[in-house]
């Protein structure tokens, strides 16, 4: 089965970007630049190995989608992306089911050598972690 990838980001360059780096990592990548337009690209798969999604849309929050994506699939690979490095959203969207939280637009190298060097059941074991200009770390609650 082929490893499938949904991203969801309303900026197209950004878009572009994240799909073109999951498929040189091996997935096969669909893109929505809105809730809605994820939310009916989640109701064409059959499995979702990993979804990155934005922070801040026109019509649906980050966290909100992540949510909904969680009860179609639970045992999807999710990042929160966004610029906003705040502690206080991370803690929400891990409270959410989020695995990663990537601040961008750091660690996007980084992110391809965790998707390209783990298997996504692997991934789904470890604690939260972030991804920012001091690279990939574990979240520590406080």
Do not use: Y
């Amino acid at each position: 089965m082929s490893k499938t990838a949904l991203i969801v980001e309303d900026t197209v360059a950004n878009r572009d970007f994240f799909e073109r780096l999951l498929m040189q990592a091996g997935f096969d990548v669909q893109g929505a630049c809105t809730g809605k337009e994820a939310l009916e690209a989640i109701s064409t798969f059959t499995h979702l190995d990993v979804a990155i999604v934005d922070m801040e849309m026109p019509d649906i929050s980050g966290l909100h989608l992540i949510t909904q994506l969680h009860r179609t699939f639970p045992d999807t690979f999710t990042i929160i992306a966004t610029m906003h490095d705040d502690r206080s959203l991370m803690e929400s969207a891990f409270d959410k089911g989020c695995n990663l939280f990537l601040v961008k637009p750091h660690g996007f190298m980084d992110l391809f050598k965790l998707l390209t060097q783990n298997d996504i059941e692997e991934l789904l074991t470890r604690p939260a972690h972030v991804l920012d200009q001091f690279g990939l770390r574990p979240f520590h609650q406080v």
